[in-house]
């Protein structure tokens, strides 16, 4: 017998609070399958999925079946994310290097878009985790009414109202809040690091930084050169003998 999920309350987020925003720069840009124009945004979807998810994809991380089942349209981007979640990598990375309650953290910050409403929320979602796995805690998240919601099967997830208008800076991204590795195993790495510079480094402006090609360049050459000139002769033409000084002919 199966056991349920927890009950849990949830919280007053942005992501929440209906609102009228007009679009711009610091605005999330949102993937999806149903407005691609050409295969290259195809391509631009693949990698924004791999930075949600993995923050950074190295070649030996990449999924190659996945990204061909999708690009032929064999799947859609929610099976793509099951795919992503499910991987090596992700199992690697997040799983094998955390406790389930931070695991839980870091996989509903990704796929929901959005911080647990409560240290509650964390312990339901464990008890999925210990209870039907991997497997069964990922397929209850997308199965879910809030993604459906959201994202739907052709959106990829992203970080929900992260920038809130009338506010000068936004949340946090999830990378940069909850790093990969847990506190305990970032002290097994050495991290953080404490780097003691014994110089003073100067900044130079970009307007101000020597250009290639540019004279400035070849200043300090020209001066080590020291070339030494001949002064000019200075002889006074009362001194000059015109006599000897004209050539004339023989006879």
């Known amino acids: 017998m199966a056991i349920p999920l927890l009950e849990y309350s949830p919280a007053s987020q942005n992501q929440r609070v209906a609102g009228y925003e007009?679009?711009?720069?610091?605005?999330?840009?949102?993937?999806?399958?149903e407005n691609l124009l050409s295969p290259s945004d195809l391509d631009t979807l693949i990698e924004a999925a791999y930075r949600q998810f993995?923050?950074?994809?190295?070649?030996?991380?990449?999924?190659?079946?996945?990204?061909?089942?999708?690009?032929?349209?064999?799947?859609?981007?929610?099976?793509?994310?099951?795919?992503?979640?499910?991987?090596?990598?992700?199992?690697?990375s997040f799983y094998d290097l955390n406790s389930n309650y931070r695991f839980?953290?870091?996989?509903?910050?990704?796929?929901?878009?959005?911080?647990?409403?409560?240290?509650?929320?964390?312990?339901?979602?464990?008890?999925?985790?210990?209870?039907k796995g991997?497997?069964?805690?990922?397929?209850?998240?997308?199965?879910?009414?809030?993604?459906?919601?959201?994202?739907?099967?052709d959106m990829l997830p992203y970080q929900r109202r992260?920038?809130?208008p009338g506010r000068s800076q936004g949340e946090l991204p999830f990378n940069i809040k909850s790093p990969r590795y847990d506190a305990y195993h970032r002290a097994q790495l050495g991290f953080p690091q404490v780097i003691w510079q014994t110089t003073v480094r100067s900044y130079v402006p970009q307007e101000k930084q020597i250009r290639a090609g540019s004279p400035d360049q070849f200043l300090a050459m020209a001066r080590s050169i020291n070339p030494r000139s001949n002064p000019p002769q200075r002889i006074s033409a009362l001194n000059i003998n015109i006599e000897q000084s004209v050539p004339y002919r023989k006879k």
């Open 54 to 92: 993995f923050f950074h994809a190295f070649t030996a991380d990449r999924e190659k079946f996945l990204e061909s089942q999708l690009r032929s349209g064999q799947i859609t981007v929610r099976d793509f994310v099951r795919g992503l979640l499910l991987s090596n990598t992700y199992k690697r």
């Open 22 to 33: 007009i679009p711009g720069d610091e605005q999330p840009r949102i993937y999806s399958t």
């Open 134 to 153: 991997i497997v069964g805690f990922v397929d209850q998240l997308l199965n879910s009414d809030e993604y459906l919601e959201a994202f739907g099967y």
């Open 104 to 131: 839980v953290e870091q996989t509903v910050q990704r796929v929901l878009g959005r911080d647990v409403y409560s240290e509650r929320e964390k312990i339901a979602w464990s008890i999925v985790v210990a209870t």
């Open 162 to 164: 992260r920038v809130l």
